[in-house]
């Protein structure tokens, strides 16, 4: 599965993006697409997931309330809506898709088998 991410950019403090990730190649309904992020210097972060089949989300304590993940089938692609935005949250973000993740397990970047290549939000106050 080849990722491209897409739909960061710069935005005051307040603001909303939507970034895109399109997958290319074969899915199955037992992959977990996910968004991180990494500011320089910094760990990767989990940001978001959700599960292909059935589509139940989960957020890290940073974002929820104010992002929300969804995908559509049809097409592909994995969404994520970021309302609200702070500064904190300037970062590049990555999609990545992975798949036997469970709830557990959901968070840890290195089970996700194929990434995007990043896309940069900058969010200024």
């Known amino acids: 599965v080849q990722l491209q991410a897409s739909g960061g950019g710069l935005v005051q403090a307040g603001g909303t993006l939507r970034l895109s990730c399109a997958a290319s190649?074969?899915?199955?309904?037992?992959?977990?697409m996910a968004w991180f992020r990494q500011i320089p210097g910094k760990a990767r972060e989990f940001v978001a997931a959700?599960?292909?089949?059935?589509?139940?989300?989960t957020y890290a304590d940073s974002v929820r309330g104010r992002f929300t993940i969804s995908k559509d089938t049809a097409r592909n692609t994995m969404y994520l809506q970021m309302n609200s935005l702070r500064p904190e949250d300037t970062a590049v973000y990555y999609c990545?898709?992975?798949?036997?993740?469970?709830?557990?397990?959901?968070?840890?970047?290195?089970?996700?088998?194929?990434w995007g290549q990043g896309t940069q939000v900058t969010v200024s106050s």
């Open positions: 990545a898709v992975g798949s036997g993740l469970i709830t557990s397990t959901i968070r840890d970047d290195y089970r996700y088998a194929s």
């Open positions: 959700i599960k292909w089949s059935g589509g139940s989300s």
């Open positions: 190649g074969r899915t199955f309904n037992s992959y977990v």
